[in-house]
């Protein structure tokens, strides 16, 4: 079945940077948007970013300008680059496959952001 896995999460302090990658497998990647989300501890999941399968992205206001989002198909990878983190991006992230008939996720990485 179809595999996402996310990496590179982990402990920074506020300011500074982190790059997060999912790669996928057992899907015809280039055909599906993608998008990053992530779940604060006592929070709902929300959008982060989503790339299209020809690469345009789109951003949640929370985070624009801040991160970018970017794919690589040959590789059948999405990445989260994330600059200028604050407290409040600590969350653990997941990736997403968008508009399958199935609703394939991630496990997920931890990012957590200190002051």
């Known amino acids: 079945q179809v595999q996402l896995v996310e990496s590179g999460g982990g402990l920074v302090q506020a300011g500074e940077s982190l790059r997060l990658s999912c790669a996928a497998s057992r899907i015809p990647f280039d055909i599906y948007a993608m998008g990053w989300y992530r779940q604060a501890p006592g929070k709902q999941r929300e959008l982060v970013a989503t790339i299209s399968g020809s690469g345009s992205p789109d951003y949640a206001n929370s985070v624009k300008g801040r991160f970018t989002i970017s794919r690589d198909n040959a590789k059948n990878t999405v990445n989260l680059q994330m600059n200028s983190l604050k407290p409040e991006d600590t969350a653990v992230y997941y990736c997403?496959?968008?508009?399958?008939?199935?609703?394939?996720w991630g496990q997920g990485t931890q990012v957590t952001v200190s002051s």
């Open positions: 997403r496959v968008l508009g399958s008939t199935y609703d394939y």
